[in-house]
C-alpha cells in the first residue's frame, strides 16, 4: 500500500479541519464583536464574553491542526519487513472473530477515516498514545491485544502488518 497516499490525504483532511476552525473563530469573533446591538450588549455581556471565548478556542484549534500538519510534512512512514514488529507508519489489520478492521499508525489525526489508494478500503487513523495504538505497537501478525473499547473489552487478533 502506497502509505505516503496515505499520509498526504491525513493532511488534506487537516488542512480542512483548520480551514473550518479558523472560520468558526472569525464568525464567533465578529458576532461577539458586532453581533448585538450597544443596548443588548449593555443588558447580556455574557453572549459576547461566550462568543468571545469560542473564538479563542477555535484559534488554539487552528493552531493546533497547523502543527499536526508540520509533523506530518516530514513523516516519512518506513516499509515494514516481513515479521518486524509494528511501528510508527504501520497499516495493521485486526479481527475479532467477527468483523475486521484496518488502522494506520500516525503520529497525529486520530479518529480521522481514510480511504485506501484507488478507493480500496477504509482505514482509522490511531496514534502512538491512543489505545488501540498503544495496544499495537511492538506486537506482530499473529499476536492478539486487548483494546478498551467505548467501556467494552475487545479482543484482537493481529491478520496483517505492512
Known sequence: MDKQFL????????????????RASQAAAETARDGATPAE???????????????KGQTARAARVAAEISTLEVFRPAKLLPKSPI???AVVEVEDGE????????????GIELTGPGGDGFLSVVTPISPIGRA??????????EVMVQDEAREWNITYVE
Request: hydrophobic share 45%; no cysteine; charged share 30%.
Open 7 to 22: 499520509v498526504e490525504q491525513l493532511a488534506e483532511r487537516l488542512r480542512e479541519s483548520a480551514s473550518v476552525a479558523r
Open 41 to 55: 450588549k449593555r443588558e447580556d455581556a455574557r453572549v459576547a464574553l461566550e462568543f468571545s471565548g469560542l473564538a
Open 87 to 89: 511501528s510508527l507508519g
Open 99 to 110: 468483523q475486521g478492521r484496518t488502522f494506520f499508525l500516525a503520529p497525529v489525526g486520530a
Open 136 to 145: 499495537v505497537l511492538g506486537k506482530r501478525v499473529g499476536d492478539t491485544v
